[in-house]
T-cell receptor
Framework: QQQVKQSPQSLIVQKGGISIINCAYE??????FPWYQQFPGKGPALLIA?????SEKKEGRFTISFNKSAKQFSLHIMDSQPGDSATYFC?????????FGTGTSLTVIP | KAGVTQTPRYLIKTRGQQVTLSCSPI?????VSWYQQTPGQGLQFLFE???????NKGNFPGRFSGRQFSNSRSEMNVSTLELGDSALYLC?????????????FGAGSRLTVL
């Protein structure tokens, strides 16, 4: 059973456009929601994260929007660049355990 | 500061064999987690070790096992390999204490089972 559901599976965006990746969860015990970025041949790396007491967090071109009542959170990449082309994973943490989404392959076309 | 080091990076095995993968965490990190990454399945949690004790275990068969040494280095073993075990195996380390939220991943060990 997938504890964190992620969509879409793949996404193609024009350079300068906005990329949006969505995640949903059911377990209300989750208390930390990170996003990881993975380039080919590399392990995932922490991109940005949010706690459920905050509705939005922005770091540069990357923003997490969090809707606690809907149990959903999303990653927005503004002014998407070809260098953003990677696989993105959302995750949720409870206790010492992380649960990851199935990943979104983002391609930014020049 | 050295990152998380996984060895070997690539390996090819045949069905029925066993394999051992190694992970050296970031210095000072006491928690090591293992994940299996396959296309379409994302990162599936295998197990987590903290101070040589398995703290959490995912939903994998007993053929998958692991251990952690006193220097926090960890190994995972897969016995009686099956074709479906072909995957990228990722190790991640963290401080492991309360509120330790940041996982740092290694580059992974890519296992191909023929």
């Amino acid at each position: 059973q997938q504890q964190v559901k992620q969509s879409p599976q793949s996404l193609i965006v024009q350079k300068g456009g906005i990329s949006i990746i969505n995640c949903a969860y059911e377990n209300t015990a989750f208390d930390y929601f990170p996003w990881y970025q993975q380039f080919p041949g590399k392990g995932p790396a922490l991109l940005i994260a949010i706690r459920p007491d905050v509705s939005e967090k922005k770091e540069g071109r990357f923003t997490i929007s969090f809707n606690k009542s809907a149990k959903q959170f999303s990653l927005h990449i503004m002014d998407s660049q070809p260098g953003d082309s990677a696989t993105y994973f959302c995750a949720a943490k409870t206790g010492n355990q992380f649960y990851f989404g199935t990943g979104t392959s983002l391609t930014v076309i020049p | 500061k050295a990152g998380v080091t996984q060895t070997p990076r690539y390996l090819i095995k045949t069905r029925g064999q066993q394999v051992t993968l190694s992970c050296s965490p970031i210095s000072g990190h006491r928690s090591v987690s293992w994940y299996q990454q396959t296309p379409g399945q994302g990162l599936q949690f295998l197990f987590e070790y903290f101070s040589e004790t398995q703290r959490n275990k995912g939903n994998f068969p007993g053929r998958f096992s692991g251990r952690q040494f006193s220097n926090s280095r960890s190994e995972m073993n897969v016995s009686t390999l099956e074709l479906g075990d072909s995957a990228l195996y990722l190790c991640a380390s963290s401080l492991g204490g309360v509120g330790a939220n940041v996982l740092t991943f290694g580059a992974g060990s890519r296992l191909t089972v023929l």
